[in-house]
Protein backbone atom coordinates (compact mmCIF):
# COMPACT_ATOMS: atom_id res chain seq x y z
CA UNK A 1 0.00 0.00 0.00
CA UNK A 2 2.78 2.46 1.12
CA UNK A 3 4.87 1.56 -2.04
CA UNK A 4 1.79 2.63 -4.42
CA UNK A 5 1.11 6.05 -2.52
CA UNK A 6 4.82 6.32 -3.51
CA UNK A 7 4.74 5.20 -6.69
CA UNK A 8 1.42 7.83 -7.56
CA UNK A 9 3.56 10.48 -5.51
CA UNK A 10 6.61 10.10 -7.72
CA UNK A 11 4.83 10.34 -10.94
CA UNK A 12 3.00 12.89 -9.81
CA UNK A 13 5.66 15.10 -8.71
CA UNK A 14 7.79 13.81 -12.18
CA UNK A 15 4.61 15.16 -14.40
CA UNK A 16 4.79 18.41 -12.09
CA UNK A 17 8.54 19.29 -12.97
CA UNK A 18 8.59 18.24 -16.34
CA UNK A 19 5.75 21.43 -16.69
CA UNK A 20 7.49 23.56 -14.81
CA UNK A 21 10.40 23.09 -17.05
CA UNK A 22 8.27 23.77 -20.06
CA UNK A 23 6.76 26.89 -18.94
CA UNK A 24 10.09 28.22 -17.60
CA UNK A 25 11.60 27.47 -20.86
CA UNK A 26 8.68 29.35 -22.74
CA UNK A 27 9.39 31.94 -20.54
CA UNK A 28 12.62 32.77 -21.42
CA UNK A 29 12.57 32.78 -25.15
CA UNK A 30 10.11 36.02 -24.98
CA UNK A 31 13.19 37.72 -22.52
CA UNK A 32 15.07 38.22 -25.56
CA UNK A 33 13.73 41.28 -27.27
CA UNK A 34 15.33 44.12 -26.06
CA UNK A 35 13.12 47.00 -24.28
CA UNK A 36 12.26 50.15 -26.43
CA UNK A 37 14.82 53.16 -25.79
CA UNK A 38 16.68 55.92 -26.88
CA UNK A 39 19.68 53.73 -26.39
CA UNK A 40 20.17 51.40 -29.47
CA UNK A 41 22.56 48.69 -30.44
CA UNK A 42 25.89 50.47 -30.99
CA UNK A 43 25.72 47.66 -34.00
CA UNK A 44 22.82 48.93 -35.37
CA UNK A 45 21.87 52.26 -37.46
CA UNK A 46 18.18 53.33 -36.93
CA UNK A 47 16.47 54.71 -39.85
CA UNK A 48 16.01 58.15 -39.85
CA UNK A 49 12.97 60.57 -40.67
CA UNK A 50 14.33 61.18 -44.14
CA UNK A 51 14.88 57.75 -45.15
CA UNK A 52 18.35 57.23 -45.06
CA UNK A 53 18.06 52.72 -45.03
CA UNK A 54 19.72 51.19 -42.50
CA UNK A 55 22.56 48.92 -42.81
CA UNK A 56 21.68 45.43 -42.82
CA UNK A 57 22.71 43.79 -39.42
CA UNK A 58 25.54 42.12 -38.93
CA UNK A 59 25.50 38.48 -38.75
CA UNK A 60 26.82 37.88 -35.28
CA UNK A 61 24.43 39.84 -33.85
CA UNK A 62 20.57 38.84 -32.90
CA UNK A 63 18.28 40.85 -35.38
CA UNK A 64 16.58 43.49 -33.57
CA UNK A 65 12.94 45.07 -34.51
CA UNK A 66 13.57 48.62 -35.50
CA UNK A 67 13.15 51.21 -32.52
CA UNK A 68 10.47 53.33 -33.00
CA UNK A 69 11.19 56.96 -31.84
CA UNK A 70 8.83 59.10 -31.85
CA UNK A 71 9.07 61.89 -34.69
CA UNK A 72 10.19 64.72 -33.40
CA UNK A 73 7.87 67.47 -31.86
CA UNK A 74 7.69 70.39 -34.61
CA UNK A 75 8.20 73.55 -32.04
CA UNK A 76 5.20 75.13 -30.98
CA UNK A 77 5.59 78.72 -33.00
CA UNK A 78 4.94 81.35 -30.58
CA UNK A 79 2.00 82.98 -31.86
CA UNK A 80 2.00 85.96 -33.13
CA UNK A 81 0.28 88.77 -30.40
CA UNK A 82 -2.61 90.04 -32.46
CA UNK A 83 -2.78 94.17 -32.48
CA UNK A 84 -5.03 95.66 -29.89
CA UNK A 85 -7.96 97.13 -31.60
CA UNK A 86 -8.40 100.79 -30.21
CA UNK A 87 -11.21 101.38 -27.88
CA UNK A 88 -14.22 102.88 -29.54
CA UNK A 89 -14.97 104.48 -26.35
CA UNK A 90 -12.06 106.40 -24.98
CA UNK A 91 -10.93 106.60 -21.60
CA UNK A 92 -10.23 109.86 -20.18
CA UNK A 93 -6.92 111.17 -20.65
CA UNK A 94 -4.18 114.01 -19.98
CA UNK A 95 -6.17 117.52 -21.49
CA UNK A 96 -5.14 118.56 -24.67
CA UNK A 97 -4.67 122.02 -26.08
CA UNK A 98 -6.42 124.36 -29.02
CA UNK A 99 -3.61 123.75 -31.31
CA UNK A 100 -4.47 119.53 -31.04
CA UNK A 101 -7.76 120.50 -32.93
CA UNK A 102 -6.38 122.50 -35.75
CA UNK A 103 -6.37 119.51 -38.01
CA UNK A 104 -10.30 118.73 -36.88
CA UNK A 105 -13.03 119.42 -38.48
CA UNK A 106 -16.76 119.60 -37.36
CA UNK A 107 -19.67 118.77 -39.18
CA UNK A 108 -23.10 118.69 -37.69
CA UNK A 109 -26.45 120.80 -36.62
CA UNK A 110 -27.04 123.19 -34.70
CA UNK A 111 -25.51 122.23 -32.04
CA UNK A 112 -22.55 121.69 -33.52
CA UNK A 113 -23.05 125.49 -34.85
CA UNK A 114 -23.60 126.47 -30.86
CA UNK A 115 -20.09 124.72 -30.37
CA UNK A 116 -18.90 126.89 -32.95
CA UNK A 117 -20.14 130.09 -31.34
CA UNK A 118 -19.81 129.39 -28.43
CA UNK A 119 -16.93 127.10 -26.62
CA UNK A 120 -13.97 129.30 -27.88
CA UNK A 121 -12.14 126.78 -29.83
CA UNK A 122 -11.65 128.41 -33.24
CA UNK A 123 -8.33 126.56 -34.03
CA UNK A 124 -10.77 123.62 -35.87
CA UNK A 125 -13.00 123.83 -39.01
CA UNK A 126 -16.54 124.08 -38.64
CA UNK A 127 -18.99 122.40 -40.87
CA UNK A 128 -22.39 123.47 -39.12
CA UNK A 129 -26.26 124.34 -40.23
CA UNK A 130 -29.02 124.52 -38.37
CA UNK A 131 -31.05 121.49 -38.74
CA UNK A 132 -28.52 119.47 -40.79
CA UNK A 133 -29.50 115.85 -41.20
CA UNK A 134 -27.72 112.83 -42.54
CA UNK A 135 -29.76 113.17 -46.08
CA UNK A 136 -29.04 117.09 -46.15
CA UNK A 137 -25.40 116.99 -45.32
CA UNK A 138 -23.98 116.28 -48.66
CA UNK A 139 -23.56 119.83 -49.41
CA UNK A 140 -21.24 120.69 -46.18
CA UNK A 141 -19.98 116.96 -46.80
CA UNK A 142 -18.46 117.58 -50.17
CA UNK A 143 -16.93 120.86 -49.00
CA UNK A 144 -14.84 119.58 -46.06
CA UNK A 145 -13.58 116.67 -48.36
CA UNK A 146 -12.18 119.33 -50.48
CA UNK A 147 -9.42 119.67 -47.67
CA UNK A 148 -7.71 116.53 -45.48
CA UNK A 149 -8.18 116.48 -41.48
CA UNK A 150 -6.41 113.87 -38.97
CA UNK A 151 -9.25 114.43 -37.45
CA UNK A 152 -13.79 114.46 -38.22
CA UNK A 153 -15.81 114.84 -35.05
CA UNK A 154 -19.86 114.24 -36.25
CA UNK A 155 -23.09 115.28 -34.41
CA UNK A 156 -25.86 114.06 -36.17
CA UNK A 157 -29.38 112.70 -35.38
CA UNK A 158 -31.62 115.12 -33.16
CA UNK A 159 -33.15 116.12 -36.10
CA UNK A 160 -33.56 112.43 -37.78
CA UNK A 161 -34.74 110.89 -34.06
CA UNK A 162 -38.57 110.47 -34.96
CA UNK A 163 -36.42 107.71 -37.88
CA UNK A 164 -36.47 104.06 -37.52
CA UNK A 165 -33.00 103.81 -35.48
CA UNK A 166 -31.40 101.22 -37.60
CA UNK A 167 -32.58 102.97 -41.10
CA UNK A 168 -30.72 106.20 -39.51
CA UNK A 169 -28.06 103.57 -38.58
CA UNK A 170 -27.83 102.79 -42.13
CA UNK A 171 -28.08 105.80 -43.68
CA UNK A 172 -24.74 106.98 -40.87
CA UNK A 173 -23.11 103.76 -41.88
CA UNK A 174 -23.02 105.46 -45.42
CA UNK A 175 -22.10 108.80 -44.19
CA UNK A 176 -19.32 107.22 -42.66
CA UNK A 177 -18.10 105.33 -46.14
CA UNK A 178 -18.29 108.57 -47.98
CA UNK A 179 -16.14 110.48 -45.49
CA UNK A 180 -13.41 107.79 -45.71
CA UNK A 181 -13.67 107.75 -49.27
CA UNK A 182 -11.40 111.15 -48.98
CA UNK A 183 -10.28 111.26 -45.73
CA UNK A 184 -8.35 108.27 -45.49
CA UNK A 185 -6.02 109.16 -42.69
CA UNK A 186 -8.17 111.08 -40.42
CA UNK A 187 -9.52 109.48 -37.02
CA UNK A 188 -13.81 109.73 -37.17
CA UNK A 189 -15.17 110.95 -34.19
CA UNK A 190 -18.52 109.80 -33.53
CA UNK A 191 -20.08 111.84 -30.89
CA UNK A 192 -24.07 110.37 -29.33
CA UNK A 193 -27.12 112.30 -29.20
CA UNK A 194 -26.55 114.78 -26.35
CA UNK A 195 -29.16 114.95 -23.59
CA UNK A 196 -32.16 116.15 -23.42
CA UNK A 197 -33.92 117.68 -20.33
CA UNK A 198 -35.99 116.12 -17.85
CA UNK A 199 -38.95 118.07 -18.41
CA UNK A 200 -38.50 117.47 -22.37
CA UNK A 201 -38.18 114.07 -21.82
CA UNK A 202 -41.30 113.47 -19.52
CA UNK A 203 -43.75 115.15 -21.70
CA UNK A 204 -42.32 114.94 -25.65
CA UNK A 205 -43.11 111.45 -27.53
CA UNK A 206 -39.93 111.55 -29.51
CA UNK A 207 -36.87 114.04 -28.11
CA UNK A 208 -36.86 111.94 -25.14
CA UNK A 209 -33.97 109.78 -22.75
CA UNK A 210 -35.14 106.55 -24.59
CA UNK A 211 -34.81 107.57 -27.99
CA UNK A 212 -31.67 109.31 -27.10
CA UNK A 213 -30.54 106.07 -25.86
CA UNK A 214 -31.71 103.54 -28.33
CA UNK A 215 -30.19 106.05 -31.26
CA UNK A 216 -26.92 106.27 -29.13
CA UNK A 217 -26.86 102.28 -29.17
CA UNK A 218 -26.95 102.27 -32.55
CA UNK A 219 -24.10 104.89 -32.78
CA UNK A 220 -21.95 103.11 -30.72
CA UNK A 221 -22.14 99.74 -32.65
CA UNK A 222 -21.77 101.77 -35.53
CA UNK A 223 -18.41 103.56 -34.14
CA UNK A 224 -17.01 99.54 -33.36
CA UNK A 225 -18.10 98.10 -36.79
CA UNK A 226 -16.25 101.38 -38.75
CA UNK A 227 -13.52 101.30 -36.22
CA UNK A 228 -14.39 105.22 -35.09
CA UNK A 229 -14.83 106.60 -31.82
CA UNK A 230 -17.54 107.37 -29.57
CA UNK A 231 -17.59 110.51 -27.30
CA UNK A 232 -20.36 109.57 -24.80
CA UNK A 233 -22.65 113.31 -25.04
CA UNK A 234 -25.28 111.83 -22.56
CA UNK A 235 -22.23 111.09 -20.23
CA UNK A 236 -20.17 114.65 -20.68
CA UNK A 237 -23.80 116.59 -20.37
CA UNK A 238 -25.85 115.21 -18.41
CA UNK A 239 -26.28 116.16 -14.59
CA UNK A 240 -26.25 113.40 -11.60
CA UNK A 241 -30.45 112.60 -13.08
CA UNK A 242 -29.24 111.48 -16.73
CA UNK A 243 -30.38 114.40 -17.83
CA UNK A 244 -29.75 118.15 -19.55
CA UNK A 245 -29.63 120.37 -16.73
CA UNK A 246 -32.55 122.70 -17.01
CA UNK A 247 -30.75 125.67 -15.87
CA UNK A 248 -28.70 125.79 -19.21
CA UNK A 249 -31.60 125.25 -21.79
CA UNK A 250 -34.68 126.99 -22.80
CA UNK A 251 -36.13 124.02 -24.95
CA UNK A 252 -34.91 121.24 -23.18
CA UNK A 253 -32.32 120.28 -26.44
CA UNK A 254 -30.53 123.36 -27.00
CA UNK A 255 -28.02 124.99 -24.24
CA UNK A 256 -26.33 128.18 -23.43
CA UNK A 257 -22.72 128.83 -23.24
CA UNK A 258 -21.61 127.67 -20.70
CA UNK A 259 -22.83 124.39 -21.15
CA UNK A 260 -20.18 124.06 -24.37
CA UNK A 261 -17.18 124.76 -22.58
CA UNK A 262 -18.18 121.41 -20.48
CA UNK A 263 -18.78 119.65 -24.14
CA UNK A 264 -14.88 120.88 -24.75
CA UNK A 265 -13.44 120.44 -21.80
CA UNK A 266 -14.86 116.38 -22.72
CA UNK A 267 -13.21 116.64 -25.97
CA UNK A 268 -9.93 117.78 -24.68
CA UNK A 269 -9.32 114.47 -22.56
CA UNK A 270 -11.16 111.97 -24.62
CA UNK A 271 -9.19 111.69 -27.51
CA UNK A 272 -7.04 109.01 -29.33
CA UNK B 1 -11.75 189.42 -48.73
CA UNK B 2 -13.94 189.22 -45.73
CA UNK B 3 -17.23 187.95 -46.80
CA UNK B 4 -14.94 185.42 -48.59
CA UNK B 5 -13.41 184.28 -45.09
CA UNK B 6 -16.97 184.11 -43.64
CA UNK B 7 -18.27 181.96 -46.76
CA UNK B 8 -15.41 179.48 -46.56
CA UNK B 9 -15.57 179.19 -42.94
CA UNK B 10 -18.80 178.49 -42.90
CA UNK B 11 -18.77 176.18 -45.79
CA UNK B 12 -15.65 174.14 -43.67
CA UNK B 13 -18.20 173.46 -40.71
CA UNK B 14 -20.80 172.54 -43.03
CA UNK B 15 -18.68 169.45 -44.59
CA UNK B 16 -17.42 169.04 -40.40
CA UNK B 17 -20.89 168.47 -39.86
CA UNK B 18 -21.91 165.47 -42.49
CA UNK B 19 -18.37 164.50 -42.53
CA UNK B 20 -17.94 160.94 -40.41
CA UNK B 21 -20.09 160.61 -37.12
CA UNK B 22 -20.08 164.55 -35.84
CA UNK B 23 -21.59 165.26 -32.52
CA UNK B 24 -25.40 165.36 -33.65
CA UNK B 25 -24.79 161.22 -34.37
CA UNK B 26 -25.39 158.77 -31.63
CA UNK B 27 -21.71 158.16 -29.39
CA UNK B 28 -22.67 155.51 -27.12
CA UNK B 29 -20.84 151.55 -26.84
CA UNK B 30 -22.61 148.66 -28.03
CA UNK B 31 -22.23 146.78 -24.91
CA UNK B 32 -24.41 149.24 -22.71
CA UNK B 33 -27.35 149.09 -25.37
CA UNK B 34 -26.92 145.01 -25.81
CA UNK B 35 -26.95 144.82 -21.78
CA UNK B 36 -30.04 147.33 -21.97
CA UNK B 37 -31.46 144.97 -23.92
CA UNK B 38 -31.16 141.52 -22.46
CA UNK B 39 -32.07 143.22 -19.20
CA UNK B 40 -35.44 144.46 -19.85
CA UNK B 41 -37.08 141.36 -21.04
CA UNK B 42 -37.06 141.73 -24.37
CA UNK B 43 -36.05 137.92 -25.15
CA UNK B 44 -37.60 134.63 -24.57
CA UNK B 45 -34.53 132.71 -25.67
CA UNK B 46 -30.97 132.38 -23.27
CA UNK B 47 -29.06 134.40 -25.26
CA UNK B 48 -24.89 134.94 -24.64
CA UNK B 49 -22.23 136.81 -26.21
CA UNK B 50 -19.93 136.04 -28.93
CA UNK B 51 -16.65 136.68 -29.71
CA UNK B 52 -15.70 140.04 -31.83
CA UNK B 53 -13.85 137.62 -34.55
CA UNK B 54 -16.97 134.83 -34.54
CA UNK B 55 -19.47 138.09 -34.75
CA UNK B 56 -17.83 139.30 -37.49
CA UNK B 57 -18.11 135.56 -39.42
CA UNK B 58 -21.56 135.24 -38.51
CA UNK B 59 -22.49 138.81 -40.19
CA UNK B 60 -20.08 137.76 -42.83
CA UNK B 61 -18.34 141.51 -42.36
CA UNK B 62 -15.06 140.30 -44.16
CA UNK B 63 -12.32 143.34 -43.69
CA UNK B 64 -15.09 146.06 -43.02
CA UNK B 65 -13.75 148.26 -40.20
CA UNK B 66 -15.45 147.92 -37.05
CA UNK B 67 -14.56 149.65 -34.22
CA UNK B 68 -16.43 148.21 -31.71
CA UNK B 69 -19.60 145.63 -31.33
CA UNK B 70 -21.97 143.29 -29.07
CA UNK B 71 -23.64 140.43 -30.30
CA UNK B 72 -25.82 138.08 -28.39
CA UNK B 73 -27.00 134.24 -30.00
CA UNK B 74 -29.46 132.27 -28.93
CA UNK B 75 -28.96 128.40 -27.88
CA UNK B 76 -30.59 127.66 -31.47
CA UNK B 77 -33.90 127.24 -29.87
CA UNK B 78 -35.32 130.72 -31.36
CA UNK B 79 -33.56 132.75 -33.97
CA UNK B 80 -33.79 135.35 -31.02
CA UNK B 81 -30.13 137.29 -31.39
CA UNK B 82 -29.13 140.93 -30.66
CA UNK B 83 -26.36 142.75 -33.02
CA UNK B 84 -25.17 146.13 -32.37
CA UNK B 85 -22.15 147.43 -34.73
CA UNK B 86 -19.91 150.38 -34.49
CA UNK B 87 -18.47 151.41 -37.83
CA UNK B 88 -15.12 153.45 -38.73
CA UNK B 89 -17.59 155.80 -40.66
CA UNK B 90 -20.97 155.84 -42.40
CA UNK B 91 -20.48 154.48 -45.40
CA UNK B 92 -18.98 151.38 -43.77
CA UNK B 93 -22.09 151.20 -42.01
CA UNK B 94 -24.10 151.08 -44.93
CA UNK B 95 -22.44 148.41 -46.14
CA UNK B 96 -22.88 146.59 -42.39
CA UNK B 97 -26.69 147.17 -42.99
CA UNK B 98 -26.63 145.43 -46.69
CA UNK B 99 -24.64 142.05 -44.06
CA UNK B 100 -27.30 142.32 -41.54
CA UNK B 101 -30.30 142.03 -44.04
CA UNK B 102 -28.49 139.06 -45.54
CA UNK B 103 -28.33 137.37 -42.15
CA UNK B 104 -31.54 137.89 -41.66
CA UNK B 105 -32.75 136.30 -44.79
CA UNK B 106 -30.44 133.38 -44.35
CA UNK B 107 -32.13 132.77 -40.86
CA UNK B 108 -35.89 132.83 -42.97
CA UNK B 109 -34.66 130.38 -44.57
CA UNK B 110 -33.25 128.03 -42.20
CA UNK B 111 -36.17 128.39 -39.23
CA UNK B 112 -38.90 127.78 -42.16
CA UNK B 113 -38.57 124.31 -42.11
CA UNK B 114 -36.57 123.87 -38.94
CA UNK B 115 -38.84 126.31 -36.24
CA UNK B 116 -41.50 127.75 -38.42
CA UNK B 117 -43.03 129.85 -35.18
CA UNK B 118 -39.59 131.79 -35.21
CA UNK B 119 -40.29 133.24 -38.69
CA UNK B 120 -42.19 135.99 -37.19
CA UNK B 121 -39.96 137.36 -34.73
CA UNK B 122 -37.60 137.40 -37.84
CA UNK B 123 -39.84 139.88 -39.83
CA UNK B 124 -40.24 142.00 -37.58
CA UNK B 125 -36.61 142.31 -36.55
CA UNK B 126 -35.28 145.73 -35.64
CA UNK B 127 -32.68 146.86 -38.19
CA UNK B 128 -31.59 150.36 -37.69
CA UNK B 129 -28.63 152.66 -39.04
CA UNK B 130 -27.80 156.03 -37.66
CA UNK B 131 -24.44 157.68 -38.35
CA UNK B 132 -21.73 155.02 -37.81
CA UNK B 133 -23.90 152.56 -35.75
CA UNK B 134 -26.03 149.51 -37.16
CA UNK B 135 -28.47 147.62 -34.68
CA UNK B 136 -30.16 144.06 -35.91
CA UNK B 137 -32.59 143.23 -32.94
CA UNK B 138 -34.54 139.68 -33.23
CA UNK B 139 -36.76 139.55 -30.23
CA UNK B 140 -39.87 138.42 -28.71
CA UNK B 141 -41.30 141.89 -28.68
CA UNK B 142 -40.23 144.01 -31.29
CA UNK B 143 -41.27 147.34 -29.96
CA UNK B 144 -39.99 146.90 -26.64
CA UNK B 145 -36.41 146.20 -28.81
CA UNK B 146 -37.41 149.46 -30.33
CA UNK B 147 -38.17 151.61 -27.87
CA UNK B 148 -35.08 150.48 -25.78
CA UNK B 149 -32.64 151.26 -28.90
CA UNK B 150 -34.49 154.43 -28.48
CA UNK B 151 -32.31 155.25 -25.82
CA UNK B 152 -29.23 155.15 -27.87
CA UNK B 153 -30.11 155.59 -31.67
CA UNK B 154 -33.19 157.36 -32.00
Same mark, same amino acid.
Given at each position: MKSGILKYALTFLSVFVVLIAFVFVGSCSTADKPPVSSETDPGT? =?? +?????? +?? @? #? !?????? $?? @??? $? #?? #?????? $?? %???? +??? #??? =??????????? /? !????? =??? !????? /??? /? !?? =? +? %?CDYYAVTSMTIVSSTDMVNLMNQKQYGKIYILLGINEIGYEPEVFKGQYADLIERIREHQKDADIYIMGLSPVSEYRSTTDGLFNMTRVRLYNEQLLELAGEKGCYYIDLVEALSDETGYLPSAVTSDGIHFEAVHYQVWLDWLRTHHA | MKKNLIMFLALTLLVSVFAACGSNEPQFEPDDAALALLEEGAFADLLSPVDATIAQSLYNLGELEITACSVYCSTGATAEEIAIFRCADAETAKEVELAAKARLESQSATYASYAPEAIPEIENAVLRVRGCYVACVVSGDAALASSILDRYMK
Open positions: E =LS +TPNGTE +TP @A #P !SQDVPP $TD @AVE $T #PD #PVPPTP $TP %TPEP +TAP #PTV =LPASDPVDDEW /F !SDAAF =LGN !SLVDG /FRL /F !SG =L +T %T | -
